[in-house]
């Protein structure tokens, strides 16, 4: 599977068996770190966006290739 460092979001179930230790890993890295807020765009909301659309366009093809296979043909 790919590194443990940059895992997708649906993967973090294999790291994080259980929302408690999520909840605990969380509560002990928050406690001395300090936090930085990172203004700009997010690529990973731009990926995410770019992807949803793909899929949607997708979707929409997908869709008119049914419709398009379904249609009679007029005599």
């Known amino acids: 599977m790919g590194s ?4 997708r979001f649906a993967d973090w179930g294999e790291v994080f068996p259980n929302a408690a230790c ?5 509560d002990r890295l928050m406690h001395r770190a300090e936090v930085v807020r ?5 690529y990973r909301q ?14 929409r093809t997908a869709a008119g290739t049914r419709a398009a296979s379904t249609r009679t043909p007029r005599a």
């Open 46 to 59: 731009k990926e995410a966006e770019e992807h949803a659309a793909q899929r949607a366009a997708a979707r």
């Open 4 to 7: 443990a460092l940059n895992r």
């Open 22 to 26: 999520v909840v605990s890993l969380v």
């Open 38 to 42: 990172i203004e700009g765009d997010s």
